[in-house]
């Protein structure tokens, strides 16, 4: 086991995040993987008939149609909650553990880059095509932007929101059994509401959703283990690195800026919030140390 002194001696909270991921384990990526390998059979071995975009299709368009008219029915609040999926988004809302628990964003970065090499080679292998490539408009419900092409499997923002919430889940780890339960029950549940957005809004069927929510639960377990080998963010802290991050989150700031200009939704007031809140803890850090 390496020394985590320089990780967990000066913050506690990056301490408690430390600890927490040095109990994942690589035996917790079966469990997924295994899933994963029952939703590929089930999908393209079981069913017979057709091309297997025919067959994916088909095998759950009712699905899709029931899912896609119920959850439609709250249209701002799925709109705001699949903006959720966009990484500058979800990724704003812990922004603050930069500073108070780097490894927490090491995990976080390296699992992004990984999720965002599996997503791009699996959009493009499979090239099935959107809902909105294949159904008629009027057959379904549409929020926001109509998304058309051959990248509907995986959904990418699926990926994405598993990504930041099996960080959130390990990191943050309670030690008693009922309060892991209801820990895992509350963050695993919130992931799933906010995956489904993207069947709400019409842009994923829900075994995209499903498939590409699996997806990032396992990059994320890989990036985890990854973080607990390097410790790449030691230097967040550090006098002359803080210029830099506060420049990268300014710019972070102008493009949530530019979000609201073109959709004035209340998931980017709160985004730019958090971000806003980063910043000036960050500026006032370097302040403090500057003098």
């Known amino acids: 086991m390496r020394n985590n002194t320089n990780a967990s001696g000066k913050f506690p909270l990056n301490n408690i995040v430390v600890k927490n991921f040095m109990t994942v384990k690589n035996w917790q990526l079966t469990p997924p993987f295994l899933l994963l390998v029952l939703?590929?059979?089930?999908l393209f071995i079981f069913n017979n008939g057709g091309h297997y975009i025919e067959q994916?299709?088909?095998?759950?368009?009712?699905l899709f149609f029931y899912l896609n008219s119920e959850?439609?029915?709250f249209p701002d609040l799925q709109y705001n909650l699949t903006q959720l999926g966009d990484v500058l988004i979800f990724f704003s809302f812990i922004s603050i553990f930069i500073l108070y628990a780097p490894r927490l964003w090491e995990a976080l970065l390296n699992s992004?880059?990984?999720?965002?090499?599996?997503?791009?080679?699996?959009?493009?292998?499979?090239?099935i095509p959107r809902p909105a490539a294949l159904f008629d408009h009027n057959t379904f419900v549409i929020i926001g932007r109509t998304h058309h092409g051959l990248a509907s499997l995986p959904s990418g923002h699926s990926i994405a929101t598993f990504v930041?919430?099996?960080i959130l889940l390990y990191a943050f780890m309670p030690k008693k059994n009922i309060n892991k339960i209801l820990w895992c029950?509350?963050?695993l549940t919130l992931g799933v509401i906010i995956a489904f957005s993207r069947v709400a809004?019409?842009?994923h069927y829900p075994f995209d959703t499903i498939i590409g929510s699996i997806i990032g639960y396992i990059v994320t377990i890989i990036g985890i283990r990854i973080s607990t080998k390097l410790e790449w963010l030691n230097y967040v802290r550090k006098k002359k690195y803080l210029p830099v991050l506060i420049l990268l989150i300014v710019i972070w700031v102008c493009i949530i800026i530019h979000k609201i200009i073109e959709s004035n939704l209340l998931?980017?007031?709160l985004s730019l919030l958090s971000l806003g809140i980063t910043l000036f803890l960050i500026s006032k850090l370097y302040v403090q140390t500057k003098n």
């Open 112 to 127: 992004a880059i990984l999720s965002l090499i599996v997503s791009a080679t699996l959009k493009e292998l499979l090239d």
């Open 71 to 73: 959850l439609s029915k």
């Open 267 to 269: 998931v980017f007031y």
């Open 185 to 187: 029950t509350s963050i």
């Open 56 to 62: 994916y299709v088909n095998i759950q368009k009712e």
């Open 201 to 203: 809004v019409g842009a």
């Open 39 to 42: 939703c590929v059979l089930y």
């Open 164 to 166: 930041v919430i099996t």
